[in-house]
Structures are given as structure tokens and as C-alpha cells.
């Protein structure tokens, strides 16, 4: 199972803009979906941004629509998130996500790799 890590968060001013890195343990193009997730304090798990296998598909949640984008640097075997226009409802602890397969899942159990996390704070 490939292991992924993240980097990147940090504390950001509303309208602010933050990316964060994952790295994965090896070459993840055409063989896992990518993903990233966030957990808020005393809410769940839930996706945020995913990538198909082949960069040929992407998704994300209607609350970061337009604001946040996913993307893959194969050379590095590093899957970025870039987000802007941040708000404080974004304040979560990040994580990202790898499974083995093409499809892009929207629940937490569909993925077989996680990295500890990273946590995003908005300030107002």
C-alpha cells in the first residue's frame, strides 16, 4: 500500500489562499485515485477534492466549488490543493487520501492510504 503525507497548512486570513502538498511513496498515476478530505472539530470526515487515476476526471464538494483545485505532479509523485477565497467554515484539519482503482469515491472507506493531516486555520 502506497503511504502519502501532507504539508502546506497553516494560518490564513479570510479571502486568503493556501496550498497544500501530499507525497506519496511512489508513482501514483494510473493506479490510484487521489484524494482530500477535511474534518472539522465535532463534525465528520468529508471529502473534499478528488482526482481519477489518469488526471482524466476530477470532483469536488459544493462547498469548495470554484474555489479550490486538485492536481497531480507525476514527477514529483505529489498531489497538490490549491485553495482560495478561503473562509473560516474551511478551518478544518486536512488529510489526503490514496486508493488503489481509477473512480473517485466520496466516503472516507473507499480509501486504503491516509496521511496524519494537516490543519487549516481561517481567521475572520
Known amino acids: 500500500q502506497v503511504q502519502v503525507a501532507e504539508s502546506g497548512g497553516g494560518l490564513v486570513q479570510a479571502g486568503g489562499s493556501l496550498r497544500l502538498s501530499c507525497a506519496a511513496s511512489?508513482?501514483?498515476?494510473?493506479?490510484?485515485?487521489r484524494a482530500w478530505f477535511r474534518q472539522a472539530p465535532g463534525k465528520e470526515r468529508e471529502f473534499v477534492a478528488g482526482?481519477?487515476?489518469?488526471?482524466?476526471?476530477?470532483n469536488y464538494a459544493d462547498a469548495v466549488k470554484g474555489r479550490f483545485t486538485i492536481s497531480r505532479d507525476n514527477a514529483r509523485n505529489t498531489v497538490f490543493l490549491r485553495m482560495s477565497s478561503l473562509r473560516p467554515e474551511d478551518t478544518a484539519i486536512y488529510y489526503c487520501?490514496?486508493?488503489?482503482?481509477?473512480?473517485?469515491?466520496?466516503?472516507?472507506?473507499?480509501?486504503?492510504?491516509w496521511g496524519p493531516g494537516t490543519q487549516v486555520t481561517v481567521s475572520s
Open positions: 511512489e508513482s501514483t498515476f494510473a493506479t490510484y485515485a
Open positions: 487520501a490514496a486508493r488503489r482503482g481509477y473512480q473517485i469515491f466520496h466516503n472516507v472507506a473507499a480509501y486504503g492510504a
Open positions: 482526482l481519477e487515476a489518469t488526471d482524466s476526471n476530477t
